[in-house]
Every structure is written in structure tokens, then in C-alpha cells.
């Protein structure tokens, strides 16, 4: 039973390109999370979401970053106009139910020049 | 969700157990303790969690005080593998699902 796989491993951009990161959820799982790893810092929150719709986004920032998990498909966390402040790792976690064990992918490391 | 104290850092040596508190005196009766763990930037690993009885599978025991103020993560003959950052987290189970707050954690080194 594969665990929540993420891709790309490691992603480098460019200021002002977009990054796309990507999460498949466990098999069963409907829920899927995202946090982000600044460097030197602990995992923060930013969104939640199930299957086509988002169900707490308040620890997104406002501009630039949006997120969606499709009815067919993958999570995808999208960065637009990227900046050296969004240089961290992103781990995103799938559970069965909303209320259920969290269980993490090993996260895409993001890199912005 | 309540806040958690953990100490920054421990030490143990490899083969004995590691016993890593928490503190989480401001618990709710609907709250659950979790405990993850990260090793060296990897994804966090889900060890274990409790309400309020002890419990224990093939990582480790959780021990929750009776007040549940409190709980111990024991990691009953800890190797080199072991070495990580150790997450208590206590979060709310709703039906709806709820995020994890990670704390600062503690470092556990695991010595040869």
C-alpha cells in the first residue's frame, strides 16, 4: 500500500515562474493536507482540503498561492509569480476522514533563484 | 487546540529507552494527543496518539497522565535511527477534520 507520494521532489524556479507541486493522497483517502517548512522553522498549516472543494484555507497567503484537489487526479499546490521567500519545503498529508491519523509524504523542496 | 511544552533537547544512549514528556496542561476533554516525529527533513512520521488511556504499538507507548494534563512518549530500546525532532500535538478530532500545530518539539539525539 503506497503512502502519500509527492512530485516533484525538488523544485527550482526562478523569481517570478510559477511552481506547481503535487500530492497523491493514500489509497482511501479523501483528505488531503498542506503544510509548509520554512528553513530553521517548524511545519506551518495552510490548507485543507477534500475532494473538489477547500475546507479551511486560512493559513494560505492571501496572493499568489492557491490550492485544489480534483475529483479525478492529484492535490495541487500552485505558486505564482514565485519569490525567494517561498524557498521551503511543502508536505502535504492525506487522512480517510476528516477526523482520522494524518499520515505525510515526504515533500517537495522548493527552491527560488 | 492547547498548547504543548516539550524540552528543546535530550539526550539517550542507544539500546535504552527514551522517555520524551509533554505538557499540555490546558487539555480539553475532547482532545487528543498525537505524536510525530521528523528525521532530518523528511516528511513528519505519525508515531502514535491517545485520549486517555495508555497506549502502545510497534513504535512506541504513550503514557497519559490521569489529569491528562500530561504524557510520556517512551521508545522502549531506541537506535541511531531513532535521532529526530519529536512532535506532541494535541488537536481537536472533529467531523470535519482538523489541522496539526507543531510546536518547537524536542530534539532527541541518540548517542552510540
Known amino acids: 500500500n503506497a503512502g502519500v507520494m509527492q512530485n516533484p521532489r525538488h523544485l527550482v524556479r526562478r523569481r517570478g515562474q510559477e511552481a506547481r507541486l503535487r500530492c497523491s493522497p493514500m489509497k482511501g483517502h479523501s483528505h488531503v493536507y498542506w503544510y509548509r517548512q520554512l528553513p530553521e522553522e517548524g511545519l506551518k498549516f495552510m490548507v485543507y482540503?477534500?475532494?473538489?472543494?477547500?475546507?479551511?484555507e486560512s493559513g494560505m497567503p492571501k496572493e499568489r498561492f492557491s490550492a485544489e484537489f480534483p475529483k479525478e487526479g492529484p492535490s495541487i499546490l500552485r505558486i505564482q509569480q514565485v519569490v525567494r521567500g517561498d524557498s521551503a519545503a511543502y508536505f502535504c498529508?492525506?487522512?480517510?476522514?476528516?477526523?482520522?491519523?494524518?499520515?505525510f509524504g515526504p515533500g517537495t523542496r522548493l527552491l527560488v533563484l | 487546540d492547547a498548547k504543548t511544552t516539550q524540552p528543546t533537547s535530550m539526550d539517550c544512549a542507544e539500546g535504552r529507552a527514551a522517555n520524551l514528556p509533554c505538557n499540555h496542561s490546558?487539555?480539553?476533554?475532547?482532545?487528543?494527543v498525537y505524536w510525530y516525529r521528523q528525521i532530518h527533513s523528511q516528511g513528519p512520521q505519525y508515531i502514535i496518539h491517545?485520549?486517555?488511556n495508555n497506549e502502545t504499538n510497534e513504535m512506541a507507548s504513550l503514557i497519559i497522565t490521569e489529569d491528562r494534563k500530561s504524557s510520556t512518549l517512551i521508545l522502549p530500546h531506541a537506535t541511531l535511527r531513532d535521532t529526530a525532532v519529536y512532535y506532541c500535538i494535541v488537536r481537536v478530532v472533529e467531523t470535519s477534520g482538523s489541522r496539526l500545530t507543531f510546536g518547537e518539539g524536542t530534539q532527541l539525539t541518540v548517542n552510540p
Open positions: 498529508a492525506s487522512a480517510r476522514t476528516g477526523q482520522e491519523t494524518q499520515y
Open positions: 491517545g485520549l486517555k
Open positions: 482540503l477534500q475532494k473538489e472543494n477547500i475546507i479551511d
Open positions: 490546558t487539555i480539553s476533554g475532547n482532545e487528543y
